[in-house]
């Protein structure tokens, strides 16, 4: 019998200072990266410091788009980075808020679990949080845990998470390493680079009892050997283990960065793990580069959509179209159109310069006659169009209204009186009134039907796509649908829920009930995304040759 010896995993906390925005998703993501590609078994978790259960009921504005994993969990938009820098699935436990600790240990304390005792943060909710750290540890899977800690140091909220960690630190030792991510701005004035905000905030985390291993510091500017030996000196870090952050023209390119400055090096040497291979397999990382450094010409997607002021709102849809428009070899163009300004008089003048228009998921009624305004301009001129979600939702009423006659065709999420439901609640939706994960949730399957583009573009028959919505396509209408040329071309083979809907004689007109977003990653970018691409690259061939 081979005689195994199971080592222990390593965690690895991640936190921040000075400012927010720094970007400690991208260092953890890039981070995860390395180690998988130099053959560790990796996962990194999410801890938000937030009092909602999941950011499932937060708008867009708040923090960004709302990501969604495979197992239905709503989650925190760094763990879309984490999935499309590792291609390693996360779940329910890669993301933890404040108040689903808080709901947790409550829920022990109403059952009796604490026996009588007095419940407190220390050391029961820091309990509760080195429960959930140490989770993902405890399934065996993985080598290394990396755990993200939201907010900045010194803020109120995050205190119970950085005194599990000092706890953690302790009771692991060399099993454990902190990664600081600081800011080191520079005063144009002076035309100096500045390390006293990065002495400060490394001074706040030794006041709560953490020294820092590693420093990751995020600047504009290159930082000299000098300044970097000065910040060791005064935070207590080895020399080598003060990384700079540069700004970067993609994130893609951090991984190598953080190579070329050996931080996988200094996390397996701080913590003694065996690296199975001494270096990193990076080849199809730099592939991906290589393509993304050689893509010269443009292809112009319009995303038409009511959160287009904030550029995080629709993250894994521009991610996932970056990544396609890549491996078709051209630089994305993409132009934020905001769907309450289409109208019927400027609709040409804003969707004319496209080659392909994407419509949006989203929620409620602002903002969704531009987006009928906008897709019947689509169907007519026939542009290649990708309805996501609710985009999809909204190709159906748009070709309800026009093409079948049903001028109040609606969904029963804007209408609840219209006669035609053409999307509308299934049975089990109607009696729900708790907001929170109470959606279609999570990866499900998807059967294709032959012949159409989405089979043509997965090469599958069935698919697993992930899933954000209450409301679904009416099947009392598919039959008036089909006759008329919009096809169901998916269905999930148990519901038959409409999963794809689609109009064959069209260049490209697709709607998908699901996200095919959320699984886009660097090395498997999503098939329909590339497929879309492909055609607002053909059609914009076409146009410069009819022009
Ligand atoms: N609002 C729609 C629904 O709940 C679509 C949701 C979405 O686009 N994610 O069904």
Known sequence: MENKVKKDPKYIFVTGGVVSSLGKGIISSSLANLLAARGFRVTIQKFDP???????????????????????????????????????????ANNVTTGRIYQSVIDKERRGDYLGKTVQIVPHITDEIKRNVKQLGNTGDFDFIITEIG???????????????????????????VIHLTYVPF???????????????VKKLQELGIQPDVLVLRTEHDITAEARRKIALFCNVAPDAVVQSIDLPSIYEVPV???????????????????????????????????????????????VGKYVELQDAYKSIDEALFQAATYNGRKLDLRMIHSEKVTVENVDELLGEMDGVIIAPGFGQRGIEGKFTALKWCRENDVPTFGICLGMQCMVIEFARNVLGMADANSTE???????????????????????????????????????????????????????????????????????????????????????????????????QYHPEYSSTVLSPNPLFLSFVKAAIDYRAEKAATN
Not at 58 to 75: I, S
Not at 151 to 158: C, P, Y
Not at 436 to 446: F, P
Request: hydrophobic content about 35%; glycine content about 8%.
């Open 414 to 512: 804007m209408d609840t009186t219209t006669r035609h439901k053409v999307i509308d609640l299934m049975e089990e939706q109607k009696s729900i009134s708790n907001l929170g994960g109470t959606m279609r949730l999570g990866a499900y399957d998807c059967c294709l039907r032959k012949g159409t583009k989405a089979a043509e573009a997965y090469g599958a028959e069935i698919v697993s796509e992930r899933h954000r919505h209450r409301f679904e396509f009416n099947d009392d209408y598919k039959g008036q649908f089909e006759a008329a040329g919009m096809i169901c071309a998916g269905e999930n083979p148990k519901t038959h829920l409409v999963e794809v809907v689609e109009i064959p004689g069209k260049r490209w007109f697709v709607g998908t």
């Open 151 to 177: 907010g900045v140091v010194g803020d109120i909220e995050s205190l119970p998470f950085l005194e599990a960690v000092r706890q953690l630190r302790w009771e692991l030792g060399r099993d454990s390493l």
């Open 187 to 201: 005063i144009a004035a002076a035309k100096e680079l500045k390390t006293k905000p990065t002495q400060h905030s």
């Open 50 to 92: 937030y009092i909602n259960i999941d950011p499932g009921t937060l708008n867009p504005y708040e923090h960004g788009e709302c990501y969604v994993t495979v197992d239905g969990h709503e989650a925190d938009l760094d763990l879309g980075h984490y999935e499309r820098f590792t291609n390693i699935r996360t779940t329910r």
């Open 257 to 303: 960065a953080m190579h070329r400055q050996h931080l996988d090096d200094i996390v397996i040497r701080l913590t003694g793990a065996e690296a199975p291979m001494a270096e990193p397999h990076m080849q199809p990382w730099l592939a991906f580069l290589e393509k993304m450094h050689s893509a010269d010409k443009p292809v112009t997607i319009g995303l």
